[in-house]
Nanobody, 113 residues
Framework: QVQLVESGGGLVQPGGSLMLSCAAS????????MSWYRQAPGKQRELVAL?????IPHYPDSVKSRFTISRDKNTVYLQMNSLKPEDAAVYYC?????????WGQGTQVTVSS
């Protein structure tokens, strides 16, 4: 079993920056990929950044050049710059370990002046 603990959400003004962190612990043998998703009220959960263990990061066009995903061992980070009101959502990290996916509890990001 893998446990994920997220941190770093909060309130930021448009144009500001935030960094989210997600630390994985527990029975970790081989992490295949780490990623971040977000879900705004009334919308489906969507992928915002993915970092496979053996490939380059992937971003959807909506966040490309503004968001950066990185990984240090079993912790994944999401640096978010130039935040827009439409980036406001609950952000979830996801870890794919031994072909099984695990979710964090979510952290709220609010973008408002």
């Amino acid at each position: 079993q893998v446990q994920l603990v997220e941190s770093g959400g909060g309130l930021v003004q448009p144009g500001g920056s935030l960094m989210l962190s997600c630390a994985a612990s527990g029975r970790i043998c081989n992490i295949d990929a780490m990623s971040w998703y977000r879900q705004a009220p009334g919308k489906q959960r969507e992928l915002v950044a993915l970092i496979p263990s053996t490939s380059i990061p992937h971003y959807p066009d909506s966040v490309k050049s503004r968001f950066t995903i990185s990984r240090d061992k079993n912790t994944v980070y999401l640096q978010m710059n130039s935040l827009k009101p439409e980036d406001a959502a609950v952000y979830y990290c996801n870890v794919l370990e031994a072909e099984k996916g695990y979710w964090g509890q979510g952290t709220q990001v609010t973008v408002s002046s």
